[in-house]
Each structure stands twice: as C-alpha cells, then as structure tokens.
C-alpha cells in the first residue's frame, strides 16, 4: 500500500485532524492521490481549499475524508518524522569526521550520518552536496526552498575531494553558482584542519565565496574536533593558527564591507583573546556552531545579575558542571556573584571519554558527570541541557554514553537535578536562585 513512513505523533487539540478522528499512529496514504516524500511536500499539498485525504488508522482501518478548509489553513498534525522516505545518507569519509572517532557501543542513532538538504532545510544541518542529483535541484527550485546549510570546507576542486574523499566534492563552486541562480541563501561552514584548508586555502575559500556573496548569509569557522579514538595523527588548532584565521575572517570582512565570516569561540580561546562584543556575531546565525555563545552568555549574566536577589531564605548551594570551554567562564560569574546564603560553585568535567582535547558541552557524558560529583555534597545540581539527547526542540533524558539522569540521581538521592534548556542565556539560573 503506502511505503512511505508518513505516521502521526500527535495530533493538536481542536484541529481539523482532531475533528476528523485522527489518531496518533495513523498513517497518511496519500494526499489528492498523491503521497509527500517529506514535510515540505505535504505542506505544499495541503495548500488547498479542498483536500481528499487518505488514512490508514492504527487498527488497520482505511478511511477517506473529503475536507473543505481555508487555503492555507494548517490539518494539526504532527508527524514522527519530517522525511517519510528514507533519509539520505553521507557517502563521504570525510578525514575530519567525528562520527568516525566514536567508540563502539553508543546509541545507533550516533552513528548514523545523513546528507539531506531537506533536513537542512528543515533542521538546519550541515550538507555537502555530493549526493545531490537533478531531481533534488528541481524540487529545491519548486518549493523555493531557502536557507540551506552547505558544508563548504575548501573550493579548492582537489583539496576538498581529498578532504571528503569522494571524487563528487569536487564542483563544490558550481553547486553554489547554481544556488545562487535560483536565489538560494546559504549558511557555510568551514572545518579548519591545519596544514589542509588553513592559511592561504582559506584566504582562497573566502575569495571564492565572494562569487556568491548575494545569497550568502553567514559563513562560520570551526576547529577540527580530535578525540582520543581516532587512529590516525591529526594537528590541532594552536594559538598560532588561531590568531592567522582570526585576522583572515577580519580582512575579508572588510574587504567585502559586511560582516559575514565569523570564527567559533574556540578560536577566541585558543588564541588567548575574550570574545568579540555582539556587534560581531550580528544577528547570531551560527550560533549552534558554537559561534556566539559565550557573548550571549556573558551579555545575559551581565543583565540578570541585577536581577538577583540580595539574600536567600535559608542557606543553599548550587552546582553546575560544564566543560572546561565554559568553566572558567562560569567561575568568572561566581566571582561577581553576591547573594548572601548562595554557595555558587562550578564544577569542571573533563571530557575522560572522549579525550580531553574535546572541551565542549555537548560531547559530555553522563559517566564523566557521575566520576565529579560522586563523594560531593550537592544540594542543587545544574546540568545543560545540550548534554542530553536531541529530540526535535526538545530533549530526552540521557547523555551520549547511554546514562540516564536517573543513574546521576542515584548517587545522592537528597540532590536535586535542574536541566537548563537555555544554555547560551542566565536567565533560567536566576530563577533558580531566586526561588530558593
């Protein structure tokens, strides 16, 4: 019947698909005889003021509903998936990837690369292109869809085939040319990996990019990742090469007289230097590469600190742990924090699993968590939510390593656990304090 993966999650109060009948686990069949490939071509086939819906409910049930609605007047329904065919995978092996510096035994859903614009269309990940065929050229002009993130790296033809070691990398520049002619806007990133696409080839990169600057709207650089798992020698960025890339993304920021290049706030830190102020980061496009998040950080400290309470009821003590990227700024806020009966403290999670060269948040594991706090006497624990496993806007309860926070709970039962879901804002620890 229908093999497209097209089955309802949920179904929102007081919709059209609630009125119907429409349950969750219900499969759509088609549309105006026609089956979507994905959410974009579902919501441009219910785009109509009259819609023949096919079902397939739950018990097995096929229904036909004849269904008169405003033109663009949404069903409710919420789908399990935004691709109801298979995703696309990655076919490159990209000497940079991380996905292939992971240990066994992880979540099988870490292993799985994609490389499908929809979901960067949809989701906002990186894509490289080298799968993309006319057919998917046709559907991106038709739907007209915009922005895309594309995985730049290098322009350089060879250098990027040797980079991603697929022979298809290569017309990288031809690919942007073409978004650009259907007005296609772009957010690139680039992986910097020293003695690869550093220095000149990223002076080259930025020149190139420049031939699509009308449709390019952001462009990050990233340092290459390196754990502890990966087999073979790879250079790091020092403080020499970060310095080198700063001033590149400067000049040609300057040179096109608009503030489009941005490095990540590693590159701050590797170098030695505080982050830019916002004005920098513009309206902070890139802000899940990393790019912008400890100004916005700072920036909301700096306004919710006066809104701290001068004194606490009853005497209390609040934990959080992070990565050692973002400890020492935390550490800084503890500083200028003055509430009488707080004990702010920060505690510093090295990152054992990985390799301690991986400094971030969002790579660490509850193993690592539960190593540092075991033996402390925590009252409120704070734990940023980027830790845990990402289900769509939200998050489920378990680090990357397969631990719950049930298991962190289990070595102090008197601990409460607080998950911030902001993590680029204060705000939610105020609240905190300010409750207790």
């Known amino acids: 019947m229908n093999k497209m993966n097209i089955i309802v999650e949920n179904v929102i109060e007081n919709s059209i698909a609630d009125e119907i009948g429409i349950k969750k686990d219900d499969k759509i069949i088609s549309i105006n005889s026609k089956t979507p490939k994905d959410i974009i071509e579902y919501s441009f086939l219910i785009n109509d003021e009259e819609i023949n819906l096919l079902v397939e409910h739950n018990n097995g049930e096929i229904e036909e509903y004849e269904i008169e609605k405003d033109f663009d007047e949404d069903l409710g329904i919420i789908f399990t998936s935004a691709v109801f065919d298979k995703v696309k995978r990655c076919q490159n092996h990209c000497i940079f990837c991380f996905v292939d510096q992971q240990p066994k035994g992880l979540r099988d859903s870490l292993y799985v690369k994609d490389d499908d614009w929809r979901l960067s269309y949809i989701q906002g990940t990186y894509v490289t292109l080298t799968n993309f065929r006319e057919e998917d050229w046709e559907r991106i002009e038709k739907y007209h869809i915009s922005p895309l993130f594309v995985s730049v790296h290098t322009t350089n033809p060879k250098l990027r085939e040797k980079m991603t070691r697929n022979p298809n990398a290569k017309n990288i520049m031809e690919q942007l040319k073409r978004f650009k002619k259907i007005k296609t806007k772009l957010h690139c990133q680039i992986v910097l990996c020293p003695d690869f696409n550093d ?119 609040v934990t959080i742990i992070t990565a050692t ?56 624990l704070i734990i940023p939510s980027v830790m845990l496993k990402k289900i769509g806007e939200d998050y489920e309860e378990v680090f990357l390593d397969g631990v719950k926070i049930d298991d962190v709970r289990k070595i102090n039962k008197n601990m409460k656990i607080h998950i911030i879901k902001d993590c680029y804002s204060f705000d939610e620890i105020k609240d905190l304090i300010n409750s207790l």
């Open 325 to 380: 990227t973002a400890c020492k700024i935390f550490s800084e806020f503890r500083e200028q924090i003055n509430v009488e009966g707080l004990n702010f403290e920060v505690l510093e999670v090295k990152n054992n699993f990985f390799g301690e060269d991986i400094n971030v948040a969002g790579l660490i594991v509850g193993s690592d968590i539960i190593n540092v706090i075991q033996n402390r006497e925590i009252e409120h």
């Open 199 to 317: 220095g000149e080839e990223l002076k080259r990169t930025l020149e190139d990019l420049k031939q699509v600057k009308s449709v390019l709207k952001s462009v990050a650089i990233v340092p290459v990742g390196i754990s502890k798992f990966r087999k073979e020698e790879f250079k790091k960025v020092d403080k020499k090469i970060a310095l080198e890339t700063i001033k590149i993304v400067d000049d040609f920021n300057k040179s096109i007289k608009k503030q489009v290049a941005m490095v990540s706030d590693e590159f701050f830190i590797i170098a030695g230097l505080d982050v830019p102020e916002k004005k920098y980061y513009g309206d902070f496009l890139q802000i899940e590469d990393g790019v912008g998040a400890i100004r916005l950080l700072k920036d909301s400290f700096k306004k919710n600190l006066k809104k701290l309470k001068k004194k606490l009821k009853n005497f209390s003590k």
